[in-house]
């Protein structure tokens, strides 16, 4: 079993930035993919980025390439994703996740979830 928690987001003006952090507990020694995923009000929820174990592959959703970048310390068992150019389509609760193993973009394929962290960008 993995925790995974949360923490970085807030309000942030059209064009800002900001630093999500994702802390990572239970089973650390064990090999597993994280990711970021979001959902706004009344959407679904949407792959934003992901990266492999070891940390040499990364991906990233349409929307957001180009503007964020996910990386993780696996000596720190945490996991970040730096938000760039923030618009305010990116408004939306984040959520860091995990799938033991293989990487995946598919929110139905992770094992772990956190709570949330709510980002909201102003135009």
């Known amino acids: 079993q993995l925790q995974l928690v949360e923490s970085g987001g807030g309000l942030v003006q059209a064009g800002g930035s900001l630093r999500l952090s994702c802390a990572v507990s239970?089973?650390?020694?064990?090999?597993?993919?994280p990711g970021w995923f979001r959902q706004a009000p009344g959407k679904e929820r949407e792959f934003v980025a992901a990266?492999?174990?070891?940390?040499?592959?990364?991906y990233y959703g349409d929307s957001v390439k180009g503007r964020f970048s996910i990386s993780k310390d696996n000596a720190k068992n945490m996991v970040y994703l730096q938000m760039n150019g923030l618009k305010p389509e990116d408004t939306a609760v984040y959520y860091c996740?995990?799938?033991?193993?293989?990487?995946?973009?598919?929110?139905?394929?992770?094992?772990?979830w956190g709570k949330g962290t709510l980002v909201t960008v102003s135009s």
């Open positions: 996740a995990a799938r033991e193993t293989m990487v995946s973009t598919h929110p139905e394929a992770m094992n772990y």
């Open positions: 239970g089973r650390t020694f064990s090999r597993y993919a």
């Open positions: 990266i492999t174990w070891s940390g040499s592959n990364v």
